[in-house]
């Protein structure tokens, strides 16, 4: 177990790389940080030359591949770390030199348990991009097919660990310290940030991200997700079919080609929300160094493709639900809604007024309705959003937190294509019709269905609690007490619905059969 010395000595050698680099001097002048972290920031800065403007990418940069990850999860927390430093994290680079192919190789080997020209034809030694934690090569199968070969670097998940060890030790510190450190939740940053670092670590979890994603995406024929191939994917190497088109983040090779720029946006703003509010899994790394323009062939139009499946996000049904009636009610200016939702959800503590929240979401939401996205100031946007997070004492949730920031990157890729895209026109029908499915009177009527079989299935444990508290007259102690009910669900969708009543059939034959069997229990 690494001690609190080690800990402390590791976070004094950051910190003063992170002051070299003038990355400390937010925290130096923040009222809202601690006094004592106030200090030793302005203490690791002496000596070091620091800038006067901070440069936030080249000091995680500097600290290595652990925290070249973390500087890219905190980019999406400008609530947390302020719209500067965000944004200056945004531009950082998740690229380091590649790993001599010699060492590769033994990797490969390993993993296969084989030479690994039993499995492929050729591999190029030069590698076509090296990140943090992996890097990948460019390579033909035994069986003739162009494959992209991802492998990890060799003692990564040694490094990444002994870092994520410290982020919590140091993130459970932060936050006891209550006030906006504990509305903020830095453990909870830390945790998801853990999440998706062991996951890029094992390569079968990407390679099931991008099988999960290609079989939700075959609603998008235009939105491209290769495929895995499994019999050469391990824990530490990923084959994946090659992309074979012009990335995004080449602008001169983009604006050469001869395709419909405004379909190619369209198709981004659409795969998206599919992502997002249809499935719940979506690709939260969809910058454009990640995605493709691949050319029309035989008469078909240009498709987007797009690789790299390390960061996802994931959103239940009920926050799906939440988040569909919170954008159709921004993009159709029902504000008093919008509020209700965030009430009904458990997101506004209940002693705040929901008038006073509509009006605060109406002063963000007016200035921007009917706006191209060109002219939509994002750090406006997000600058007025967090402030009324912090006058309504609303929780940060991490998962939303990570879809707006994917939701940032898919209309900055949006306008590269098509400058006048609009992202409330291109959304509006799609979400509007994805309410109409989801909660129209069918759907409802399903759900109530499946909720009172759930509360069906909980009626004899239900009964045993009650009969387990009844004092009978000369009867030994009772024993140990068995769980509470939990049905919070049952709760929450009850308010999602009007037709939940159409399940209390179901219950009332479940009390029924539950008082007749009693005696068994």
Same mark, same amino acid.
């Given at each position: 177990?690494?001690?609190? +010395? ?30 004592? *972290? ?61 790993? /001599?192919?010699? @060492?590769?190789?033994?990797? #490969? ?34 069986? $003739? ?12 998940? %040694?490094? =990444? ?51 999960? #994603? ?23 190497? *990923? ?22 720029? @405004? ?5 981004? +703003? ?18 454009? !160094? ?24 994931? #959103?239940?049904?009920?926050?799906? =639900?939440?988040?569909?009636?919170? #954008?159709?009610?921004?993009?159709? $200016? ?54 009324? %997070? ?55 009527? /399903? ?21 387990? @508290? ?11 007490? *068995? ?30 059969? !539950? ?7």
């Amino acid at each position: 177990m690494t001690t609190a +010395v080690v800990h402390a000595a590791r976070l004094l050698r950051w910190g003063r790389i992170l002051a070299s680099h003038g990355a400390l001097r937010e925290i130096e002048a923040s009222p809202l940080a601690p006094p004592m *972290l106030r200090r030793v920031a302005r203490i690791a800065r002496i000596g070091t030359g620091a800038p006067k403007v901070p440069d936030y990418a080249g000091a995680f940069a500097a600290l290595g591949p652990a925290a070249i990850k973390l500087g890219q999860a905190l980019a999406t927390r400008p609530d947390f770390i302020g719209m500067a430093a965000a944004a200056d994290l945004a531009r950082l680079q998740d690229a380091l030199p590649p790993v /001599a192919f010699a @060492r590769v190789e033994k990797t #490969l080997d390993a993993e296969f348990g084989a030479p690994w020209s039993s499995l492929f034809t050729s591999i190029d030694p030069v590698s076509v991009g090296a990140a943090s934690i992996a890097q990948v090569h460019r390579a033909v199968t035994t069986d $003739g097919r162009d494959v992209a070969v991802k492998i990890l670097r060799p003692d990564i998940e %040694t490094d =990444v660990a002994r870092a994520i060890d410290t982020y919590e030790w140091a993130a459970a510190r932060l936050e006891r310290q209550g006030g906006e450190f504990g509305r903020l939740r830095p453990r909870a940053i830390i945790a998801s940030f853990k999440a998706w670092t062991l996951a890029e670590l094992d390569l079968r979890r990407e390679a099931a991200s991008a099988s999960e #994603l290609k079989a939700a995406m075959a609603a998008e024929p235009d939105f491209v997700v290769p495929g895995i191939d499994w019999a050469r994917t391990t824990r530490r190497v *990923l084959t994946i079919d090659w992309i074979d088109g012009v990335k995004l983040s080449d602008r001169a090779a983009v604006d050469a080609l001869d395709v419909d720029r @405004r379909a190619l946006a369209g198709t981004m +703003v659409r795969s998206f929300l599919r992502q997002a509010i249809a499935d719940g899994f979506f690709h939260a790394d969809m910058h454009q !160094g990640n995605l493709f323009i691949l050319p029309g062939v035989g008469g078909h139009p240009a498709r987007i493709g797009v690789i790299d499946f390390g960061i996802m996000g994931r #959103l239940d049904r009920r926050a799906r =639900v939440y988040l569909a009636e919170i #954008l159709y009610g921004l993009l159709t $200016g029902n504000y008093h809604r919008v509020a209700e939702i965030h009430f009904e959800a458990g997101y506004v503590p209940p002693h705040h007024d929901i008038g006073e929240f509509a009006t605060a979401l109406r002063a963000v939401g007016e200035p921007i309705r009917g706006l191209a996205a060109r002219d939509i100031s994002i750090a406006n946007l997000l600058d007025g959003l967090f402030a009324i %997070t912090r006058s309504f004492d609303m929780a940060v949730q991490p998962h939303l937190l990570l879809l707006q920031k994917t939701m940032v990157m898919v209309e900055g890729v949006a306008l590269t294509l098509d400058p006048d895209v609009n992202m409330w026109e291109v959304a509006e029908p799609f979400v509007r019709e994805w309410m109409k499915g989801e909660l129209g009177p069918l759907s409802r009527g /399903a759900d109530a269905l499946v909720l009172g079989m759930r509360a069906l299935s909980q009626l004899p444990r239900v009964f045993r609690q009650l009969v387990a @508290r009844v004092p009978i007259e000369g009867a030994a102690p009772a024993g140990p007490q *068995l769980p509470e009910l939990d049905v919070p669900e049952l709760a929450v969708r009850a308010r999602l619905m009007p037709g939940w009543w159409l399940g209390l059939p179901l219950v009332a034959v479940g009390i029924a059969i !539950g008082v007749a069997a009693k005696a068994f229990f």
